[in-house]
């Protein structure tokens, strides 16, 4: 259980196009998703919390005119890179909060997704 | 401010010998804490989590940790490595009540020597 996907494994693209992430909770639904963004050889940076039904929380920092998320059902997130740049290509993780009572601190992720921007 | 520590970037071990990943925390609440181990270009999969139960807390693959308030710490051990537990471990801290953030620690890149 709590098995978490996304879509696509890696996408390149290029300067100044939108790129779809999408974050799916398999065998549970989630109220709330996270998405991160990780640089090679570094630990994750938390980008906004998605809860669903509701605007996505931000971290200071991000741009959320730039990152739209999302949340639009209790199984799928989706993030949006908005005319891409090659400082964005990055690995993007997202991740679900368990839905059970007894889980729901724990987060569980997807296997992550490669962006490119050329 | 809660943090968490891992310390040392990168621990290197002989195939058998005895795993010990550390990490401390830094917390005024009582913290739930985890470890997460991540493959090359994979997400991060849970390998345990502690949450004021059992202080010793078994996970998967034959890892565990000890939550040790005394020490603000939650090492990772493994009693024997594998060649297959090369990778990344991230120990990581939320709280109650945080809405469920997690804050990670930088990551402990873990080689295993044949």
């Known amino acids: 259980g709590a098995v978490v996907s996304q879509h696509p494994s890696w996408v390149i693209c290029k300067s100044g196009t939108s790129v779809k992430i999408e974050c799916r909770s398999l065998?549970?639904?989630?109220?709330?998703m996270f998405w991160y963004r990780q640089f090679p050889k570094q630990s994750l940076m938390l980008m906004a919390t998605s809860n669903e039904g509701s605007k996505a929380t931000y971290e200071q920092g991000v741009e959320k005119d730039k990152f739209l998320i999302n949340h639009a059902s209790l199984t799928l997130s989706t993030l949006t890179v908005t005319s891409a740049h090659p400082e964005d290509s990055s690995f993007y993780i997202c991740?679900?909060?368990?839905?059970?009572?007894?889980?729901?601190?724990?987060?569980?992720f997807g296997p992550g997704t490669r962006l490119t921007v050329l | 401010a809660q943090s968490v520590t891992q310390l040392g970037s990168h621990v290197s071990v002989s195939e058998g010998a005895l795993v010990l990943l550390r990490c401390n925390y830094s917390?005024?609440?009582?913290?739930?804490l985890f470890w997460y181990v991540q493959y090359p270009n994979q997400g991060l999969q849970l390998l345990l989590k502690y949450t004021s139960a059992a202080t010793l807390v078994k996970g998967i693959n034959g890892f565990e940790a000890e939550f040790k308030k005394s020490e603000t710490s939650f090492h990772l051990t493994k009693p024997s490595a594998h060649m297959s537990d090369a990778a990344e471990y991230f120990c990581a801290v939320s709280f109650r009540g945080s809405a469920s953030k997690i804050i990670f620690g930088s990551g402990t890149r873990l080689s295993i020597r044949p």
């Open positions: 917390s005024s609440v009582p913290p739930y």
């Open positions: 065998d549970f639904q989630a109220t709330t």
């Open positions: 991740s679900a909060r368990g839905s059970r009572t007894s889980d729901t601190d724990t987060q569980y």
